[in-house]
C-alpha cells in the first residue's frame, strides 16, 4: 500500500510561485503520478500528470505555468507553480494509479490572494 504526502502549500500573492511536492512510501516506479485540485463548491479536477516513462500533460488552465516531475529515486513528485492566479486556490491532491492501484493523499491547501 503506496502511502503519498503532500507538502508545500500555502498562502501566495497573485504572480507568486509554490513548489509541492508529494512523497510517497514505496517505490512509485509503475505508477502514473499526477496532481489533482478542488476548489470550494467544486468538483476535483486534474492539473497535471507525469506517466512512468516521463510524458506529461496538463490542464488547459495551467500550461505554461505549472511544471510536473518526478524523481523515481527519491518516490517523490514534484508540481512547480509559478504566475499563480487566485482561480488556482484549491486544495491540491497527489495521485498514483496503475493498472490494478489508485491512492490518493490528503491534500494541501493553496490560497492565492491578490
Known amino acids: 500500500q503506496v502511502q503519498l504526502v503532500e507538502s508545500g502549500g500555502g498562502l501566495v500573492h497573485t504572480g507568486g510561485s509554490l513548489r509541492l511536492s508529494c512523497a510517497a512510501s514505496?517505490?512509485?516506479?509503475?505508477?502514473?503520478m499526477g496532481w489533482y485540485r478542488q476548489a470550494p463548491g467544486q468538483q476535483r479536477e486534474s492539473v497535471a500528470f507525469i506517466t512512468n516513462g516521463g510524458s506529461t500533460n496538463y490542464a488547459d488552465s495551467v500550461k505554461g505555468r505549472f511544471t510536473i516531475s518526478r524523481d523515481n529515486a527519491k518516490n517523490t513528485v514534484l508540481l512547480q507553480m509559478n504566475s499563480l492566479k487566485f482561480e488556482d486556490t484549491a486544495v491540491y491532491y497527489c495521485?498514483?494509479?496503475?493498472?490494478?492501484?489508485?491512492?490518493w493523499g490528503q491534500g494541501t491547501q493553496v490560497t492565492v490572494s491578490s
Open positions: 514505496g517505490s512509485i516506479f509503475s505508477f502514473t
Open positions: 495521485n498514483a494509479v496503475n493498472w490494478r492501484e489508485i491512492h
